[in-house]
């Protein structure tokens, strides 16, 4: 049974490293759809609070809070986020579209936007950010 498990667990981790991408997460809703909602998520720098019209803040485990601003016209529907190279990737979805951001964590300075026409779970392969089947670049926001 040990020997099972012990292969089991080299399998997994050559399978993850194999692939070398990195899955985002999907943030906690409080709220209905189509009423007032808040996303929830934390990272190792502290943790975030992003309401569905785009407005944001950001808590750091000292106390202090800032705000910042996703670019939304309407509602948000959902929203993914994943921590990499000490930078937030946030993905989110307005009515048929995907927006992915790349915010560095310290002085929540976004980076770049980029839009996707297309939904989906996006993932980190590389040097690109994944959504379906669109590459998008992590250094500069480009397709």
Request: aromatic letters at 10%; charged letters at 25%.
């Amino acid at each position: 049974m040990k020997k099972l498990l012990v292969v089991w667990l080299v399998v997994c981790l050559f399978s993850t490293v194999a692939l070398g991408a990195e899955a985002f997460t999907l943030a906690d809703r409080v709220g209905e759809p189509g009423e007032r909602s808040f996303f929830l998520f934390s990272t190792s720098a502290g943790n975030y609070v992003v309401r569905h019209d785009g407005m944001g803040e950001f808590s750091s485990p000292k106390g202090m809070r800032r705000v910042f601003r996703l670019n939304v016209k309407g509602r948000i529907d959902e929203i993914y986020f994943l921590e990499h190279e000490g930078d937030v990737f946030i993905c989110y979805e307005v009515n048929e579209t995907t927006f992915v951001m790349r915010m560095e964590q310290t002085k929540r300075k976004i980076r770049w936007t980029a839009q996707v026409a297309d939904r989906g779970v996006p993932q980190i392969d590389g040097d690109s950010v994944v959504v379906n089947s669109v590459r998008i670049r992590k250094s500069d926001g480009s397709q």
